[in-house]
């Protein structure tokens, strides 16, 4: 069981990007799915969590307002759809999962399940 994060790039600021997450043997609809993010030299931070149980959503202050996390259950798909992109939105960004029922957070130890992640680099 392992999820697998893709869709990042090279980007300039301003630009977008839509990252993907699915599940190798994991239906995501079950569970809370949140996405995460590490750059060189700083701890891993937690972006925004959806919930599994209804249309919950919450975003650290960072992203709020130019980030959004959505689901498509019939693709076993959860999507990050980032705007206004940063330079520093660079890092490697992750999708967890955590089987948990309500509204979530996106709290790196809460979560037990992890996959590879995918590079964001934001650069003119």
């Known amino acids: 069981v392992q999820l697998q994060a893709s869709g990042g790039g090279l980007v300039q600021p301003g630009g977008s990007l839509r990252l993907s997450c699915t599940g190798a043997?994991?239906?995501?609809?079950?569970?809370?799915i949140g996405w995460f993010r590490q750059a060189p030299g700083k701890e891993r931070e937690g972006l925004t969590c959806?919930?599994?149980?209804?249309?919950?959503?919450s975003y650290a202050a960072s992203v709020q307002g130019r980030f959004t996390i959505s689901r498509d259950n019939a693709k076993n798909m959860v999507y990050l759809e980032m705007n206004n992109l940063k330079p520093e939105d660079t890092a490697v960004y992750f999708c967890?999962?955590?089987?948990?029922?309500?509204?979530?957070?996106?709290?790196?130890?809460?979560?037990?399940?992890w996959g590879q992640g995918t590079q964001v680099t934001v650069s003119s």
């Open positions: 967890a999962a955590r089987f948990t029922r309500g509204y979530c957070t996106a709290v790196a130890g809460l979560f037990s399940v």
């Open positions: 959806a919930s599994s149980t209804d249309d919950s959503t």
């Open positions: 043997g994991l239906r995501l609809e079950t569970y809370a």
